[in-house]
């Protein structure tokens, strides 16, 4: 069982529209939560950190996490087109950082 | 400029041969990983270091790979005889004491 998992997309929203990105773990352990955005030939870039339950916001970008149900999703509200990439859902487990296959998303003019 | 920094950004190389890339992370960050990406793939873990002590190498990597910290500060990554299975870009990160992940810019590595 891989430690995080993702739907690979491809997903498209029009300009405007919420996105919402989803990621599943398997180890009720973890502790700390991130998401990082990927442009295509780019290497990751943090977006946001989520320790505990509940919902953290930063601008356009909210983060949500329900350790009960082992899920951790991220909200882009009016996305725009330089949102277009690749998300990656991260977990720490004993000082190791486990990725997920990211999820496209594409965002529409 | 205060981010991680990767060299080279671009290596070619014949297979059989040796290569090296260089890594050095935030000049505060005491952790350092190296991470291995294909396409279509999330970052694959392949070791770290706190300072200058190697504290975990994937099961996975294979013995080609070896990795070095000397005086906690930049770290090199060898692959020894490449073959082409070993394209990829090649990832270092630093964490932070809150124990977020910042990558440098990556070396793309391609084995003809």
């Known amino acids: 069982q891989k430690e995080v998992e993702q739907n690979s997309g491809p997903l498209s929203v029009p300009e405007g529209a919420i996105a919402s990105l989803n990621c599943t773990y398997s180890?009720?352990?973890?502790?700390?939560f991130f998401w990082y955005r990927q442009y295509s030939g780019k290497s990751p870039e943090l977006i946001m950190s989520?320790?505990?339950?509940g919902d953290k916001e930063d601008g356009r970008f909210t983060a949500q996490l329900n350790k009960a149900s082992q899920y951790v999703s991220l909200l882009i509200r009016d996305s725009q087109p330089s949102d277009s990439a690749t998300y990656l859902c991260?977990?720490?487990?004993?000082?190791?950082?486990?990725f997920g296959t990211g999820t496209s998303l594409t965002v529409i003019p | 400029d205060t981010g991680v920094s990767q060299n080279p950004r671009h290596k070619i190389t014949k297979r059989g041969q040796n290569v090296t890339f260089r890594c050095d992370p935030i000049?505060?960050?005491?952790?350092l990983y190296w991470y291995r990406q294909t396409l279509g793939q999330g970052p694959e873990f392949l070791t770290y270091?706190?300072?200058?002590?190697?504290?975990?190498k994937s099961r996975l990597l294979s013995d080609r790979f070896s990795a070095e910290r000397p005086k906690g500060s930049f770290s090199t990554l060898e692959i020894q005889r490449t073959e082409q299975g070993d394209s990829a870009m090649y990832l270092c990160?630093?964490?932070?004491?809150?124990?977020?992940?910042?990558f440098g810019s990556g070396t793309q590595l391609s084995v003809l």
């Open positions: 180890d009720r352990g973890s502790q700390s």
């Open positions: 000049s505060e960050h005491n952790r």
């Open positions: 989520i320790y505990s339950n």
């Open positions: 270091f706190q300072n200058e002590a190697q504290l975990e």
């Open positions: 990160a630093s964490s932070s004491p809150a124990l977020e992940l910042f």
């Open positions: 991260a977990v720490i487990k004993y000082s190791q950082f486990y």
